[in-house]
């Protein structure tokens, strides 16, 4: 059973480990694959503590123990670590066990590689704090009679002059000028008609002053899972 275990584990791409409840590492299984020389050996009987973690994510793994401990609910952590000067970003889900052999409770630690993830989360935050700066602004809106504003960017204040807050399920046609929304419409159904789901239009817009600006849309249609 003990071998089956280990190789189940060892076939997993995530390190598993159990802390006793003085926090101490008593199991400890590495992926086959991982790559940071994270071995067993380095971990067991050896108190968290004693880890040479970061002082940053030490604090937040030993925040969320604590809180386990405190309440029985499992929770999740994210950290860091430093090894051969590579950083590498890992999720853990810590479970509580309270019904044990010896009847201390442990703590049940899955933690996952999730570098890859944080690496696109950075790209997608630079890429909309550049875009946030600049006279661009997006925007989805529902596909229904009234376009009801789903998630507007925030950069719209410097636009139009409106908080993103104020304009969320409201009615996109309500900014666009009245003599510009019966063509835009038009556009818009004939285009899903033919299938054609990216396509571009201009029209004026009023901005919280009550002027009307010019303005250049590109339109993409997204459908759900149903192709709605």
């Not at 968290?48 to 002082?55: G, K, Y």
């Not at 123990?65 to 029985?72: H, P, R, S, V």
């Not at 049940?108 to 989360?121: D, F, G, H, M, Y």
């Not at 789901?197 to 303005?215: A, H, T, V």
């Amino acid at each position: 059973s003990e071998e089956r275990k280990t190789s189940l584990i060892h076939s997993m791409n995530d390190l598993i480990f159990v802390l006793n409840s003085n926090f101490e590492f008593i199991e400890f299984y590495t992926s086959k694959h991982q790559n940071l020389l994270m071995e067993p050996e380095l971990f067991l009987n050896k108190k968290i503590t004693d880890i040479n973690f970061p002082e940053v994510p030490l604090n937040s793994i030993m925040n969320t123990l604590n809180l386990i401990k405190e309440t029985k609910v499992a929770q999740q952590v994210e950290y860091f670590l430093e090894i051969n000067g590579i950083t590498e970003w890992y999720q853990a889900m810590i479970t509580f066990i309270d019904e044990t052999e010896n009847h201390n409770p442990e703590f049940l630690c899955v933690s996952r590689n999730i570098t890859k993830l944080k690496e696109a989360e950075n790209e997608i935050k630079i890429e909309r704090d550049l875009f946030s700066a600049g006279p661009v602004m997006n925007l989805i809106c529902e596909f229904s009679r009234d376009f009801k504003i789903k998630r507007i960017s925030e950069n719209v204040e410097q636009i139009l002059g409106y908080d993103n807050q104020e304009l969320i399920s409201n009615s996109f046609l309500n900014l666009i000028h009245p003599e510009d929304s019966p063509r835009i419409i038009d556009e818009l159904y004939e285009n899903i008609k033919k299938s054609i789901f990216s396509f571009d239009f201009s029209y004026r817009l009023r901005n919280k002053i009550g002027e009307y600006i010019w303005f250049y849309d590109f339109v993409q249609v997204l459908k759900n899972t149903k192709g709605e």
